[in-house]
């Protein structure tokens, strides 16, 4: 089967950095995405790997790693607002259906 | 000019009645779905159609049933609900059936579904 973990909570301090990590077991794979989901909302995109590395995007950062089947957010400059949920995400084998991770809810403390 | 929009957005009712929710999407993309977020979070792909065709069908309770008129509406009708049912249901939709260029998906605001 395909499964996504991630950490259920991680609790941080305003300004500081977090790394919410994910892991995956897929028996192929297409690429790792990331969604962030604030109470009562909808989840958004964040950010997209295809490739190993690190993709940045403003405050919010995302890496992969191919061969180890791990990839992490990374959030710097905490603010209040990014308490929410966070999803890591990939296509199933075949690339037709998105597999959500249980989802980290991040607490951001002031 | 909201996206994805879905109606209602709050629905109570009762145990064995029949309602439907109504979704569509502005943004000219061929693929939508359906997922299911439970109480503890958990995102779970009910449904997905391409171009109005039925592509993913996950083992859901045939009470659920997904209509799509054109590729810019889906719909989800469930019958006789039960109080498992309760979740917030969320409507969706990408440019193409996920894959291999990580098409992004957007998802509308979500129906808060409470069966009593």
């Known amino acids: 089967g395909q499964s996504l973990e991630q950490p259920s909570e991680v609790t941080a301090v305003e300004g500081a950095i977090v790394q919410i990590n994910c892991t995956y077991q897929?028996?192929?794979?297409?690429?790792l995405s990331w969604y962030q989901q604030h109470d009562g909302g909808a989840p958004t995109f964040l950010s997209y790997?295809?490739?190993?590395g690190l993709e940045e995007t403003g405050r919010f950062s995302s890496f992969l790693s191919r061969s180890d089947s791990y990839g992490y957010l990374l959030l710097q400059e905490l603010q209040m607002k990014d308490s929410a949920s966070y999803f890591c995400a990939a296509p199933n084998t075949g690339g037709f259906k998105t597999i959500f991770g249980a989802g980290t809810r991040l607490f951001v403390k002031a | 000019d909201t996206a994805v929009s879905q109606t209602p957005k709050y629905l109570v009712t009762q145990m064995g009645n029949d309602k439907s929710i109504k979704c569509e999407q502005n943004?000219?993309?061929?693929?939508m779905y359906w997922y299911k977020q439970d109480s503890k979070k958990f995102l779970k792909i009910m449904f997905s159609?391409?171009?109005?065709?039925?592509?993913i069908n996950e083992t859901v309770p045939n009470r659920f049933s997904p209509k799509s008129p054109d590729k810019a509406h889906l719909n989800l009708h469930i019958n006789s609900l039960e109080l498992g049912d309760s979740a917030v249901y969320f409507c969706?939709?990408?440019?193409?059936?996920?894959?291999?260029?990580?098409?992004?998906?957007?998802f509308g605001e979500g129906s808060w579904l409470t069966v009593v």
């Open positions: 897929t028996s192929g794979f297409y690429g």
């Open positions: 790997n295809a490739l190993d």
């Open positions: 943004l000219g993309h061929d693929t």
């Open positions: 159609y391409n171009n109005k065709e039925l592509i």
């Open positions: 969706a939709s990408s440019q193409r059936p996920t894959g291999h260029s990580g098409n992004t998906i957007y």
